[in-house]
């Protein structure tokens, strides 16, 4: 019992420790198509922190939420965005990303 | 402002916040040691009075319904508002051409094998999960937003797997938006079919039967399928509005040339 205490009290920590290591590294990375790919990574350390402090329900939405559906929308954004660029500097090839 | 003196003013800021938030935690009780009478008496009543074994759904479809209402609402309201941002300027007269249109527009390279391997893997499994999420809300953890989401996923998996074309095909825009448009009000029909049998809105109305089984805890089960259509419907919406202003092609009069 004590040990079973001392397992998840490690286990919490840990992942809390991680979740803040993660978001220092999200907010340190400059470049939207990394912080991207960081984000997702954090949004999956998010969701074993709910599923560690025994929040199934919240782990289940945060997982498609935040490691899917945020960062393809940014994804998404920046591919947009790119694209109207690349026909600024170059207009006689429209549809090149 | 300088620099300096900005980063003086941060300091004072980050020192005032550590300050209050480690003041406001070591007020917390321990990991565990729940204190207030409200999560006992809704874990209670969820069970004996609803049927429900997951606490959670009681209160988000039953107990709080109304709130669960107002933050749907927020959901439907907030991609309404995408989808007329990213309106299309030149209408397409026909879905199957605009499909077409879009999936020349972009030379996209075909997906390799492993990964159409993992994603049509992937996709039953999705909506099974799914499913099986948005139906025993009552009983285990998850419930109408979180197999929603879970069943979003597919038409991305579809997506990833093949192209757009495929995407449209398996999710027509209109039956989405149908749906999507459906399952909301049909979340506020709910409610007021509790007022016409005058009871108050969104009164769980229907049997509760056997605790512990598919078919108890009356309307949380319809509440949880209703609010799985919209939040799933609500999410392929996003995306698919998200992924036609990537892929869309520019319309003549945009071009740079003819």
């Given amino acids: 019992m004590t040990s079973n205490d001392a397992i998840s009290a490690t286990l919490r920590i840990a992942v809390l420790l991680l979740v803040a290591v993660g978001a220092t590294g999200v907010v340190c990375t400059r470049e939207p198509l990394s912080q991207a790919v960081t984000l997702s990574f954090y949004g999956l350390l998010l969701t074993t922190m709910f599923f560690v402090f025994q929040a199934p329900d919240v782990a289940l939405s945060q997982i498609v939420v935040g490691a ?18 690349a026909r600024e500097t170059n207009p006689s090839q429209p549809e090149r990303s | 402002m300088s ?7 941060f300091y004072f800021g980050a020192a005032g916040l550590v300050t209050i938030l480690a003041w406001g935690v070591l007020g917390l009780p321990a990991y565990g040691q729940y204190q207030g009478p409200y999560g006992d008496l809704v874990s209670y009543a ?3 009075s609803r049927h429900a074994t997951d606490v959670v759904s009681a209160v988000n479809f039953d107990i709080r319904a109304i709130d669960t209402l107002g933050e749907e609402f927020i959901l439907f309201t907030s991609v309404m508002g995408v989808v007329l941002l990213l309106r299309k300027r030149v209408e397409p007269k026909d879905v199957d051409e605009a499909a077409a249109d879009v999936a020349t527009g972009r030379e996209k390279e075909p997906p390799s094998n492993a990964v159409r391997l993992l994603c049509l ?3 039953g499994v999705s909506v099974l999960f799914g499913l099986y ?3 025993h809300g009552q009983l285990t953890p998850g419930g109408g937003f979180q197999g929603g989401v879970v069943l979003a996923t597919v038409p991305l998996l579809v997506y990833l797997a093949a192209d757009v074309r495929v995407l449209h095909q398996i999710a027509p825009r209109k039956l989405v938006d149908a749906g999507e448009a459906l399952a909301a009000g049909a979340f506020i029909g709910l409610g007021l079919v509790a007022v016409a049998l005058q009871e108050p809105f969104l009164t769980n109305f229907l049997p509760l039967g056997t605790t ?9 089960m319809a509440i949880s399928i209703v609010t799985g259509i919209e939040v799933g419907g609500a999410f392929v919406v996003l995306l698919s509005s998200f992924l036609a202003e990537t892929l869309e092609r520019i319309p003549e009069e945009h071009r740079g040339e003819p």
Avoid: H, N
């Avoid at chain 1, 899917?68 to 660029?85: D, H, N, Y």
């Fill in chain 2, 212 to 220: 512990g089984r598919i078919d108890s805890s009356g309307t949380i």
């Fill in chain 2, 3 to 9: 620099p300096r003196t900005r980063r003086i003013l």
């Fill in chain 1, 68 to 85: 899917v559906v945020s960062p393809l929308m940014i994804l998404l954004t920046l591919s947009r965005i790119r694209r109207g660029k």
């Fill in chain 2, 133 to 135: 999420i948005v139906t």
């Fill in chain 2, 121 to 123: 893997g992937l996709v």
């Fill in chain 2, 46 to 48: 969820a069970v004996q």
